[in-house]
């Protein structure tokens, strides 16, 4: 084992490997071949960061690549013959389809949820403001035959803009804007 595999043995658990391939076609043919396979692995759903100019081009595999692993997509530009060389770094984010990935989206959202509720005070899920639901009220029932019916009326929370909504449970009616229509609230 060489220093450089012993480097990345000794990488932090937690950090994921990153190929960036700087391609250098030699002509206009070679450039097209480059062009072509882009444009397949686009059609196939498989996408990722690149950047291209006099020098060449980069194609990213890392965090923000989709639809197929890096040893795929490498393999794929092995096949066409054009010059390349591999630069590799590391990074904390997983590639993408991956459970680890989702993990980690599920914990930078988490993240974002309460950075979010300690700026401003409210509650937040999925980027978005949330308040529960809380019963203020009741009110007779405009759908039930039954005179002492009683809707419960409902303040939906901030997620749907403080509605209130009726909700009979003798009959299942529910209107979800009763407030609209009634200003007493
Ligand atoms: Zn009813």
Known sequence: ???FEQSW????ADEHLYY???LTPRNDEESNR???L???LAKEGITFDSGGGLNGR???LDFSLRGATPNQVLQR???IGVPYEIEMTAGDVPYDGTE???DYDRKERRVRDERLTLETGQTHIDGKPHSEPEVIGHHPCPNCNEPDAIGVLIREGIQHDNKISLNCTECGYMDMDWGDDNDRF
């Open 1 to 3: 084992m060489n220093a």
């Open 9 to 12: 043995l000794m990488m932090k």
């Open 20 to 22: 960036n391939v700087h």
């Open 34 to 36: 480059l062009y072509q």
């Open 38 to 40: 882009e444009l397949q």
């Open 58 to 60: 980069d194609i990213h």
């Open 77 to 79: 530009i092995a096949d």
């Open 100 to 102: 680890e990935r989702s």
